[in-house]
Nanobody, 120 residues
Framework: QVQLVESGGGLVQPGGSLRLSCAAS?????????AGWYRQAPGKQRDLVAA???????NYADSVKGRFTISRDNAKNTVYLQMNSLKPEDTAVYYC?????????????WGQGTQVTVSS
């Protein structure tokens, strides 16, 4: 079972930066497929922000391209989300996700979420 713990959220002014971290622990059954960050604003669905696949390929939501960067440190089992030029519309709870593949099925693991508030 995989446990994910996020950190790094908080209150920041528009134009500011934050770096989120997601530390993974526990045993993965099967193959690691991808790790990513999702966000959910009040009254809205949870949407993908950025993801990094096992081979290192990344993808981003159009709304964050050029401002956010996802990366990982395999030695530390940690995934990061560097967020620059933050806007009020980036305000949401950010969730870390890890997806694995085992015995012909995919499994998704989620962290508890970390609040990001962008406001002056």
């Amino acid at each position: 079972q995989v446990q994910l713990v996020e950190s790094g959220g908080g209150l920041v002014q528009p134009g500011g930066s934050l770096r989120l971290s997601c530390a993974a622990s526990g045993r993965i059954s099967g193959i690691y497929v991808s790790a990513g960050w999702y966000r959910q604003a009040p009254g809205k669905q949870r949407d993908l922000v950025a993801a990094i696949r096992s081979g290192g390929v990344t993808n981003y939501a159009d709304s964050v391209k050029g401002r956010f960067t996802i990366s990982r440190d395999n030695a530390k089992n940690t995934v990061y989300l560097q967020m620059n030029s933050l806007k009020p519309e980036d305000t949401a709870v950010y969730y870390c996700n890890v997806q694995t593949y085992y015995r012909s099925s995919y499994s998704d693991y989620w962290g508890q979420g970390t609040q990001v508030t962008v406001s002056s």
